[in-house]
């Protein structure tokens, strides 16, 4: 079945410094998203990624999706005590089914 | 709009004892999902649903079961529980495939001892 994969599992960064996320699915996705999840909270959804090759922007948060629309990164620069928590990416298939990374944890040292 | 209900907030059930996790949704989504997330971990697809009497599985199937009679609701039913179904369960709506955002309840707290 599809897998997603998301590296790395943490990251701890001084604050100020860059973060970023990376996630591979095992198949071609039709498209992916991108959640944060503070603890005890839900995920909250950030951004879609649709196009092969998009890139998006969300002030210091910046989304790419691969050419082969198969993998996506999340780079954030600048991190801020308030990017703390978990983020994840979900990859859709045509038939709705959606699986999620393992997530990757963010913890930033003010 | 109360966006997606969960009830209950937090349960404890006993090994091999039974039960309904409650899921409603009022967007008038047509996508819901049933996740599980154990400490430290990812989601889990347990369950989803493409449209009332519409249903399939995810990656965890076994152990639960669900229905989808209306549109706004997706509940997900537990039986027999086992300490491995010891979790936060999730259910989450949209709209449809390719529109993006899943909104998420607030979760269920379940612990089988």
């Known amino acids: 079945g599809q897998q997603v994969m998301q590296i790395p599992q943490y990251q701890h960064v001084q604050e100020g410094e860059d973060f970023t996320t990376y996630c591979n699915s095992s198949t071609t996705l039709s498209n992916i998203q991108w959640y944060k999840q503070r603890p005890g909270g839900h995920p909250v959804f950030l951004i879609q990624l649709v196009k092969s090759g998009e890139v998006k922007k969300q002030k210091r948060l910046t989304f790419q999706f691969g050419e082969a629309k198969k993998n996506s990164s999340l780079h954030i620069t600048a991190t801020q005590t308030t990017d703390v928590g978990t983020y994840f990416c979900a990859g859709d298939t045509n038939a709705g089914k959606s699986t999620f990374g393992d997530g990757t944890t963010l913890t930033v040292k003010p | 709009n109360a966006g997606v209900t969960q009830t209950p907030k937090f349960r404890i059930l006993k090994i091999g004892q039974s039960m309904t996790l409650q899921c409603t949704q009022d967007?008038?989504?047509?996508?819901m999902y049933w996740y599980r997330q154990d400490p430290g971990m990812g989601l889990k697809l347990i369950y989803y649903s493409v449209g009332a009497g519409i249903t399939d599985k995810g990656e965890v199937p076994n152990g639960y079961n669900v229905s989808r009679s209306t549109t706004e609701d997706f509940p997900l039913r537990l039986e027999l529980a086992a300490p491995s179904q010891t979790s936060v369960y999730f259910c989450?709506?949209?709209?449809?495939?390719?529109?993006?955002?899943?909104?998420f309840g607030p979760g269920t707290r379940l612990t089988v001892t």
């Open positions: 967007m008038n989504h047509n996508y």
């Open positions: 989450a709506s949209r709209a449809g495939t390719g529109l993006g955002e899943q909104y």
